[in-house]
């Protein structure tokens, strides 16, 4: 059901991009400056992705949903308070919202491919107790790449209008078998390797949540998680380096793999976690005590002045609060209210935005997606930091799939940008860039 109608929406869509191609293609798109070479290519418009657009005003948009609309408008799983994953990815690969009968056909589909081959065990068992979990997640992933349908008909050789099919596929085998390896290294690293096992006749949420054996309403957290972390553009580090690699070619396993060791670094999959470190100092430096508005407000004035940030605050896009932070608000209120971090958590919400408009130095005081999501996490019993990165790429790997899928079939090339010396650099600026 989802593979036919996407079949038909790439059929319709080629031809846009062809057409852009060769009757458009020497139209200039954007300008780009020494600064954003040498720091980090940052903003410079270059890549496509119709899959999610991060809107300054309403937030992160799922084929122009934004997500308010993907949640009111998902199917849910019966008794449950948010959607299918599995419709998520239905959106993002075909831009429309399942019916109940299409979002279903998607969850037997990835109940059926869920199970893990014996060696992807093996392989996790192999790493030290004192590994990294996204180490042993890039590597259960990388090792799969033996089970690539796409690699395997690459080598027999198949016309490329038709490299989307077996990338869809293998798409479909990962996604289904990323809950399984997940929770599995979860309870090799923190649960002395004692793992429930999985249960085929729950959706993706439910029995991610059952296999971590954590009662209701994990199941709906985990929904919440995935859905919320599932695609934010293609410049971020995960998406952009999944996007690269597959590019060459590789499978869609050496893909995600790659992905999820760009999603490792400090710089990107990680401030979830430190929120919650800097959350529970805050704590210790107040002496457990929930402090009044008023010495919450001179703490974040002594913060501030002491040249630090306040972490989980401020977008580099965003002009309002994030909308993924609201949704997390909405469901901490009604489920973690008496919750002593989320006392933190609602303060700080209502302290620090005009604490920052009156500083002055940030673009947007508004907090964001981790400001709240470790604290959740928290609050349900998954206390061990490392883990939180690993949960981020079980959600991000569903949108960057969805972006490989039609990567393959729009015939997008070798991603190839062309490099400069720094003498180089030296002489277009003593030039005026000219």
Known sequence: MMKEKLREKIEQWRPRTQRL????????????????????????????????????????????????EVFEKLPRPCGAEYPYVEGCLFLLLTGEIPTEEEVSDVVDELSKRRILPRYVYDVIDA?????HPMAMFASAILTMSRESLFAKKYEMGMRKKDYWDPMYE??????????????????????NGKMVQSNPFLDFGGNFAHMMDIPKPYDDVSRLHFILHADHESGNVSAHTGHLVASSLSDIYLSISAMICGLAGPLHGLANQEVLKWLHGVIQKMGGKLPTED??????????KAGHVIPG????VLRKTDPRYMIQ????????????????????????????????????????VDSHSGVIQWHYGVREYDFYTVLFGIGRAIGICANLIWDRALLYPLERPKSLTTDMLEVLAMKGGK
């Open 170 to 191: 293998d798409s479909l085998n990962l996604l289904a078998k990323l809950p399984e390896i997940a929770a599995y290294i979860y309870a090799k690293l923190y649960k």
């Open 295 to 304: 010495e919450m407000k001179q703490f974040v004035w002594d913060t501030l």
């Open 127 to 131: 790493f030290p107790d004192v590994s």
């Open 329 to 368: 608000r909405e469901f901490a209120l009604k489920h973690m209210a008496d919750d002593p971090l989320m006392h933190y958590v609602d303060m700080l919400f209502k302290v620090v935005p005009p604490i920052l408009k009156e500083q002055g130095k940030a673009k947007n005081p508004w907090p964001n």
């Open 313 to 316: 605050f401020g977008h580099a």
């Open 21 to 68: 191609h060769d009757e458009y293609g020497d139209v200039v798109v954007d300008k780009i400056t020494i600064n954003q070479i040498i720091g980090g290519m940052r903003d410079i418009k270059c890549l496509v992705t119709d899959i999610s657009y991060l809107d300054p005003e309403e937030g992160i948009k799922y084929r122009n949903f934004t997500l308010p």
